[in-house]
């Protein structure tokens, strides 16, 4: 049963905008925070943005200011809208879902997720 779908990954020159969808199971969009990590090839994956029940949002520093997280709750689904594209910003994009952590910085421990997506390829170029 696939519980995190996400959508919106694509090709885009620098300066750019993309809109990432995450669509979730009722149960998993249920648990604590949601939350946006991506991974780059050769590289670890790292935090881009999270959002918990409150709807409090937290982000990485190489993404605050240019990337949103937000949420509907009637339809279960996440969102990362990424503005002002840079090349280092290519990567694969996942969502994932906790239950362990309800902060604002939840994106830092990335441990603490458990359920995730597939993921969608995100390619900046210059």
Known sequence: QVQLLESGGGSVQAGGSLRLSCAASKYTYSRYTMGWFRQAPGKEREGVA????????????????????????????????????????????????????????????????????????VTVSS
């Open 50 to 121: 999270s959002i918990n029940k409150l709807g409090t949002p937290g982000y990485a520093d190489s993404v605050k200011g240019r990337f949103t997280i937000s949420q509907d709750n009637a339809k279960n689904t996440l969102y990362l809208q990424m503005n002002s594209l840079k090349p280092e910003d290519t990567a694969m994009y996942y969502c994932a879902s906790s239950a362990a952590c309800s902060g604002d910085g939840c994106h830092r421990h990335i441990s603490l997720f458990d359920l995730w997506g597939q993921g969608t390829q």
